[in-house]
């Protein structure tokens, strides 16, 4: 460090001509004809342009072959035991009814019970009685009109009675009772599931009726009531939270909007204060973790003093315990947490005190890139258009996604698989037959029922991972596409000596320049990453199907560190990437030189790039944190205590009306993720303007030395910082 607060020691303060030979390439020289982002410029990465373009034609075609060979309601549509597609193989029977809900299951989110399409969902409840048997349902407070006929499988008439009706229902053929249902995407799911005005009461007799019916009626030997209980309760919970939830979002949705205004406007403001705040935020932040591990160090040395002159102290011996307490008692525990918290002060005080010059370097460059946003205040609306192709990059993948997984192999297996009889024997047998498939099994077997299954054929899997790589390739595309366009606005906006002459079309100019020139250099860098986020998802998938066999330690642990080389090796490419576009912006050269020179100019300021990218990581996720906890604890404070106090009660009653949910964390919870995606949306923009502008700046204190032909382009408080000053300057500061 120099004497002075505003001087600098020659490593911080860079002169032109100094490491124009050295290990990270040449030092930029003084140009007189630089003056900012270049005008002059080239189609560059015209290959990899004509290489996207050939790809998205091919996305387009894997489309054709979806849409021709999938059909995505078979996905949207219930499909019955046969395989037969509700409203779509049946067009007269569209919706879907379930035997027996009492095998549902919540591990495998699926109903292991004969299932058949019919014209309508019944409205009328029936319980099967056997001959001989009484049964008591007048519990039910259920009438004569409420009562119906069974439901059975196509070609059982459900007009039988008496002991054939019994066998039926044993043999999975009819259902052994039938519940008032209501459609829920074409699936009959029992209607007072989503009528709050039932009683609790009535709830838990229709369950026990269920039970009794599956229980004693059908005299079953192997029926397992508490599998019956959380398969009935399965369904029941599912289908009520499901419908208060979509009823409290339909009744608070001008509230989730209401939230997202607020946190955009908070946005607004925290962009414009950034100047003032990020001082005094930076600052006092470090200092109350000094004093947090200062006075933790202390206390946990002040505790190790104590135990170990406590004479009534009993001796332990450490060893691992879920006891908290256990390890309070140790003075080892202590002494090891005084040393560690003790080592982080020390580490924490040494760089702040040695790094405090570039703390301030960084701390400007934030104050001035709120400067550049506002100044070029059209640039926060900016991320309006990339989040618009963003959704439609998602969407458009999701279509060619669905089409794709509904074009599949159909299979079938019966649930009674001890009962199949091999083709060549001579036994008595009868054939079972489910969609094309037939299955010979012993007459002795009544109650099997088909059961439908679809798989992937390997072709379409392969078409898929061309779709997947497509949508990264674009989404990463798209990103960046802004960035290339933000960076050339907060460029010229630095490479303008006189501010108060900006261009009034800067955003439009950066904008023409991406489209014409560098839409190839784009899809270069997004192909990169892509084809990075493709090997990590692959990763996953590999580790998931090898979960399903016996793991092998090896393969697991090898695994583990592919996934952790490619997650290490995605971050610094985005870094990579981030800097060669904002190259790309200034001087119009292809991906591979931008890279280059960027990655050289930082390596020659690499403690300055790893304190400022530190420092805007924490303002930035600062800034998003609390943006989105005020919006968060403002729509708490409103639900929570909406009559409680005068100013609350006036909004409630007579400005916005905050309606009664059920479930109001839900509420709260949609408001957060809105007003974090709007944050993250407003703070890309000013993390662009910190990385041009930190470019920007080693850039002029590499090519200019601050006499009238060479002045500075920083403003004056960062020449102040780097003990620099131009010698001949206009007055104007930024």
Request: glycine fraction near 6%.
């Amino acid at each position: 460090m120099g004497e002075s607060s505003n001087k600098v020691d020659a490593a911080d303060a860079p002169d032109a001509n100094r490491n124009a030979d050295g290990k990270y390439g040449k030092s930029h020289r003084y140009d007189p004809d630089f003056k900012g982002p270049i005008k002059s410029r080239s189609c560059t990465d015209v290959i990899c342009l004509l290489i996207f373009i050939l790809y998205f034609i091919g996305m387009i075609a894997v489309a054709i072959i979806g849409i021709i060979s999938g059909d995505p309601r078979r996905l949207a549509f219930p499909t019955d035991s046969n395989g037969t597609v509700c409203g779509i193989d049946d067009p007269d029977r569209p919706f879907l009814v379930f035997f027996d809900f009492s095998r549902c299951s919540p591990q495998k989110l699926a109903c292991d019970t004969p299932q058949v399409c019919v014209k309508t969902c019944p409205d009328k409840y029936y319980f099967h009685v056997p001959v001989g048997e009484v049964f008591n349902i007048s519990r039910l407070n259920l009438t004569a009109a409420d009562l119906g006929q069974t439901v059975c499988i196509p070609g059982v008439d459900p007009n039988v009675t008496g002991s054939a009706l019994t066998q039926a229902v044993k043999d999975n053929k009819c259902a052994p009772y039938v519940l008032n249902s209501t459609d829920v995407f074409n699936r009959c799911l029992p209607a007072f599931v989503f009528d709050r005005t039932i009683s609790e009461e009535f709830v838990k007799e229709i369950v026990e009726v269920i039970k009794e019916i599956l229980i004693e009626a059908l005299s079953s030997s192997n029926i397992d009531e508490k599998a019956i209980q959380d398969g009935i309760d399965f369904v029941f919970d599912l289908g009520r939270g499901a419908l208060v939830i979509v009823e409290d979002i339909r009744t608070s949705w001008h509230i989730i909007l209401v939230g997202v205004i607020v946190g955009t406007i908070v946005c607004f403001i925290w962009c414009f204060i950034m100047r003032y705040i990020a001082g005094p935020m930076v600052w006092g932040s470090i200092l109350v973790l000094n004093c947090l591990l200062a006075v933790a160090t202390a206390l946990c040395f002040y505790e190790y003093w104590k135990l170990i002159n406590d004479e009534t102290r009993v001796e332990e011996d450490f060893m691992f315990r879920l006891d908290i307490q256990y390890y309070a008692r140790l003075e080892t525990t202590w002494l090891v947490a005084g040393c560690i918290s003790g080592g982080l002060f020390l580490i924490l005080l040494l760089l702040t005190c040695c790094l405090c010059n570039r703390i301030r370097i960084a701390i400007a460059l934030i104050e001035e890139a709120s400067k550049s946003v506002v100044a070029f205040w059209s640039t926060l609306f900016w991320p309006l258009i990339p989040f618009t192709l963003e959704i439609f990059v998602i969407a458009l993948w999701c279509v060619i996604a669905l089409f794709l997984g509904s074009a599949r192999d159909e299979s079938y297996t019966l649930n009674n698989l001890a009962g199949l009889i091999p083709g060549n024997t001579t036994e008595d047998i009868q054939t079972v037959i489910c969609g094309q498939t037939q299955f010979n099994i012993s007459k002795d077997v009544t109650d099997a029922f088909c059961t439908f299954n679809s798989t992937y054929t390997v072709s379409f899997k392969y078409l898929q991972v061309y779709n997947l790589f497509g949508f990264l390739w674009l989404l990463n595309f798209i990103i960046g596409f802004s960035h290339v366009t933000l960076a050339g606005v907060f460029a010229r906006y630095y490479w303008t000596f006189d501010k108060k002459n900006k261009p009034t079309v800067a955003l439009g100019g950066a904008l023409w320049n991406a489209v014409r020139y560098h839409l190839g250099t784009i899809a270069f860098g997004a192909a990169i990453i892509a084809i990075i986020q493709l090997i990590r998802i692959l990763l996953e998938y590999l580790e998931v199907q090898l979960k399903q066999a016996k793991e092998n330690p090896v393969v697991k642990f090898t695994l583990k560190c592919l996934k952790c080389l490619f997650w290490c090796l995605e971050k610094f490419m985005k870094f990579i990437n981030k800097n060669a576009y904002i190259m790309v912006s200034i001087y119009g050269k292809n991906f591979c030189t931008s890279a280059k020179k960027a990655f050289f100019l930082l390596m020659r300021n690499i403690v300055r790039v790893a304190v400022v990218n530190k420092i805007t990581d924490f303002l930035l996720f600062l800034g998003t944190l609390m943006v989105t906890s005020f919006v968060v604890l403002i729509a708490f404070f409103f639900y929570s205590f909406a009559q409680d106090y005068a100013i609350t009660a006036f909004i409630n009653n007579d400005i916005l009306r905050v309606p009664v949910v059920r479930y109001y964390w839900i509420i709260i919870f949609l408001i957060g993720i809105g007003t974090f995606v709007v944050a993250k949306l407003f703070f890309g923009v000013f993390d662009m303007a910190v990385d041009t502008l930190f470019l920007c700046f080693l850039e002029d204190l590499e090519r200019n030395d601050g006499s009238p032909e060479r002045p500075f382009f920083m403003s004056k408080k960062l020449q102040g910082i780097c003990g620099k000053k131009n010698k001949y300057s206009a007055d104007e500061e930024w």
